[in-house]
């Protein structure tokens, strides 16, 4: 065979690269852009729990059938229903750890009169209002994605994890507004309950729920509280109030009221309220949404953006509870069923 001359070899050699080199510089950022174009449709890595075990079976009040989930899922709805997902992370993390506390609290105690058989648990205010991921789709529209990462990502966050006092988990009560301190419990419930007293919060005067008026017609307002209004001037007497600054007991018309009757029957959105009589309307302002006992949701977004973690807000609003494991309650919830 006639050999190359050098200059041949490497006149052939740049032939070869002119043509390969583009596809060289082109493969890595081709791939650079479908891992782009992946993260953006899926959120990146997809956020998976682990087995706890526990299945918690919810009842649908709309459809009147049950559906099951594992323990962390149905915490992610119920995440997805009570707070806000523009809410900062640490308190969607409070949140979920709330969320987790109350529904093996609930499956500890045993099943609850009034739902089907099989069923552990409504989707209502009765108990904790749960969105299925077509609900949140509903809701959501395009921020779908984000916003069930976002609530993903907290949940994973906290996951297992519930609160306990004296090694049993607590009564996890939270509301969404606060007059700027919660309550304690045995004064809106009755019950004393040592974790549930009242704190101050003052985060809550940001809330767009802080305050709010109603307008009653007179009448209506004597109908509904059994009373009569003679004199004009007169239209109830605070006697007393709670440690929550809220309305222990009023006077209207000679008879007297718990702040929570109050609330109750006149639909008001907190027992921190007061009125005024204008022509024949009664002018109610109150300040304030929620029952008050436990953690204020508003007031937690706030402690968050203030540079709080999940578990300073959670200990503010619960006294000298503690963080625990669910896996250490899977025979007793087990058991319960």
């Known amino acids: 065979m006639k050999q190359l001359k050098p200059i041949f070899v490497i006149a052939a050699i740049l032939i070869v690269l002119t043509f390969t080199l583009p596809s060289l510089l082109v493969l890595p950022t081709n791939k650079g852009k479908s891992n782009g174009k992946l993260a953006e449709n899926h959120g990146g890595q997809e956020i998976t729990f682990a087995d706890s075990g526990t299945e918690v079976a919810v009842f649908r009040t709309e459809t009147k059938e049950i559906e099951k989930y594992p323990l962390e899922e149905y915490v992610v709805g119920v995440v997805a229903a009570e707070?806000?997902?523009?809410?900062?992370?640490?308190?969607?993390?409070?949140?979920?750890?709330?969320?987790r506390t109350y529904i093996v609290n609930h499956l500890l105690n045993g099943n609850v009169e009034g739902l089907p058989e099989?069923?552990?648990?409504?989707?209502?205010?009765?108990?904790?209002?749960?969105?299925?991921q077509e609900d949140m789709k509903k809701n959501w529209g395009d921020d779908?994605?984000?916003?069930?990462?976002?609530?993903?990502?907290?949940?994973?966050?906290?996951?297992?994890?519930?609160?306990?006092?004296?090694?049993?988990?607590?009564?996890?009560?939270?509301?969404?507004?606060?007059?700027?301190?919660?309550?304690?419990?045995?004064?809106?419930?009755?019950?004393?309950?040592?974790?549930?007293?009242?704190?101050?919060?003052p985060w809550d005067s940001d809330s767009p729920k802080f305050?709010?008026?109603?307008e009653i017609p007179i009448?209506?307002?004597?109908?509904?509280?059994?009373v009569k209004l003679e004199d004009?001037?007169?239209?109830?007497?605070?006697?007393?109030?709670?440690?929550?600054?809220?309305?222990?007991?009023?006077?209207?018309?000679?008879?007297?009221?718990?702040?929570?009757?109050?609330?109750?029957?006149?639909?008001?959105?907190?027992?921190?309220?007061?009125?005024?009589?204008?022509?024949?309307?009664?002018?109610?302002?109150?300040?304030?949404?929620?029952?008050?006992?436990?953690?204020?949701?508003?007031?937690?977004?706030?402690?968050?953006?203030?540079?709080?973690?999940?578990?300073?807000?959670?200990?503010?609003?619960?006294?000298?509870?503690?963080?625990?494991e669910v896996n250490q309650y899977s025979e007793q919830i087990l058991a319960s069923k």
């Open 83 to 99: 707070m806000p997902a523009e809410f900062e992370l640490e308190a969607l993390k409070a949140q979920a750890l709330a969320a």
């Open 232 to 324: 004009k001037k007169d239209i109830g007497t605070i006697t007393s109030r709670t440690t929550g600054k809220k309305v222990a007991t009023v006077k209207i018309g000679g008879k007297e009221f718990t702040g929570r009757e109050i609330r109750e029957k006149l639909d008001l959105r907190s027992t921190d309220f007061k009125w005024v009589r204008k022509d024949d309307k009664i002018v109610i302002t109150t300040t304030g949404y929620g029952h008050g006992v436990g953690m204020s949701q508003y007031g937690a977004n706030g402690m968050a953006k203030d540079g709080k973690t999940y578990k300073d807000i959670v200990n503010h609003y619960y006294s000298n509870i503690s963080i625990s």
């Open 211 to 214: 305050t709010s008026k109603t």
């Open 118 to 132: 099989g069923a552990n648990i409504m989707d209502t205010v009765d108990h904790q209002v749960f969105l299925n």
């Open 219 to 226: 009448k209506v307002f004597e109908e509904k509280l059994g």
């Open 144 to 201: 779908y994605e984000k916003n069930l990462r976002k609530i993903r990502t907290a949940v994973k966050a906290t996951e297992g994890e519930i609160l306990t006092y004296n090694n049993m988990p607590i009564t996890a009560s939270f509301f969404s507004t606060s007059n700027g301190y919660t309550e304690n419990a045995d004064e809106y419930w009755k019950n004393q309950i040592p974790y549930l007293v009242s704190v101050e919060s």
